[in-house]
């Protein structure tokens, strides 16, 4: 198995195989998956700011099946990561946050790069 920075953060040649081929379809996708990362890593830092552990890793799993849908290894792996935790600790937690939070700002950068690159190529 691949260590976590040696998974690509946007897998971009995976996205055929998991959104298909319509070019107007994958970016639809794509431009909610931006939204919904954002959304999820707002929930995953205010329920762990709570101590709220059953909804740090219930997120957490949301997470983890949009980062499979939309291609992105990396941001799996470290929501699955989060999602397996069974005990509150105030060291762990927050600091696999920081780091997913850091995959999340990374991930949109690069799906948003490549919805730019393949509009401008005219493939969108």
Known sequence: MSTPEQLLHFDKNAV???????SEFV???LEMVVVELQRA???V???TA????PLVTAEAHKLY??????????????????????????VEIPALVEQLQAEVHTATGEINAYLT???NSGNL
């Open 50 to 53: 709570a101590q709220n552990l």
């Open 65 to 90: 099946g949009t980062a499979l849908t939309a291609g992105l290894p990396a941001l799996g792996h470290l929501s699955q990561k989060l999602e397996h935790i069974t005990a509150w600790d105030a």
């Open 45 to 47: 830092q205010y329920h």
């Open 117 to 119: 690159e393949s509009e």
């Open 41 to 43: 890593i707002a929930a």
């Open 16 to 22: 055929p195989a998991l959104l298909g081929d319509s």
């Open 27 to 29: 970016a639809a996708v």
